[in-house]
């Protein structure tokens, strides 16, 4: 087995701040998701938590799915003990359409209909999932694709605050119009025979098999892994994530994998 080089050394000052910013280039930093089943409803609305994967283990994000939502509604805090959507802690969300097979993120900003004058406190769309629905439902491996901001020359991401539902990312990408947009792939993983089974090298860093491990890789560079999650105990994951994704988006995408609807498994 390869070992799991360590995390390196991540400070986080403001956590804030650095949940929403974009992984250093050339550094993967590399995050652990806990799922807590416990109690009464924790069975059909886990908690997730999001911790960097080194020694502090230092807390990120907590996210869990919202009661009474007609579809998957996820509410992102960098709070533990505090997911409400009208808490301080709020810092983002994963909405589902129906099918539960498109996903949408938002920073915490308002919606479009509280607009101010000048749009600034608009929410922004941090990303988007698709996962192809398998029609038949044979359990072969899942398609994903995501959709993320482009960035600017400085290494920031552009701001996308859609000012309805006409303009976000999802229908940017279905019409082709990609200017300051990103599309992002799972990596397809290889048929091994010798396991009977779909293989990706996540070097050490997952081993247990699951149809939730995934790699998100750029088009024109597949060996460049802007993010991977995989299994590594019945409700430990390991995350990480390379720039030019920041940890809200990257636990969104991995919040949204659990949300396994008949059409994506």
Not at 178 to 184: A, Y
Not at 247 to 260: E, K, M, R, T, Y
Request: net charge neutral; proline share 6%; charged share 25%.
């Amino acid at each position: 087995k390869e070992e799991r080089p360590p995390s390196p050394v991540i400070e986080v000052d403001n956590l804030e701040e650095f949940v929403l910013q974009p992984a250093p280039q050339g550094v993967t930093i590399k995050c652990r998701v806990t799922r807590d089943k416990k109690g009464m409803d924790r069975g059909l609305y886990p908690t997730y938590y999001l911790h960097l994967d080194n020694d502090k283990k230092v807390f990120l994000l907590a996210g869990r799915k919202r009661k009474k939502s007609k579809t998957s509604n996820y509410l992102i805090s960098i709070d533990p003990t505090d997911l409400s959507r009208g808490g301080e802690n709020f810092i983002g969300k994963l909405r589902s359409n129906l099918m539960g097979t498109r996903f949408t993120v938002f920073d915490n900003g308002a919606n479009p209909d509280r607009a101010n004058a000048d749009w600034s406190n608009v929410r922004q769309e941090l990303s988007a999932v698709v996962y192809e629905t398998n029609v038949l439902g044979f359990k072969g491996p899942r398609k994903m694709t995501v959709i993320i901001p482009g960035m600017n020359a400085d290494g920031e991401r552009v701001p996308i605050r859609p000012r309805n539902d006409n303009d976000g990312l999802l229908m940017r990408w279905q019409n082709r119009n990609m200017d300051n947009v990103i599309e992002l792939h799972n990596k397809a993983p290889v048929w091994n025979d010798e396991t009977q089974s779909y293989v990706l090298n996540f070097h050490g860093r997952v081993t247990h098999a699951s149809v939730k491990n995934f790699q998100i890789v750029h088009g024109s560079d597949p060996d460049y892994i802007v993010m991977q999650f995989g299994r590594v105990a019945d409700d430990a994951f390991t995350m990480d994530y390379n720039y030019p994704l920041c940890a809200v988006q990257a636990f969104a995408i991995a919040l949204s994998s659990f949300d396994g609807k008949l059409a994506c498994e």
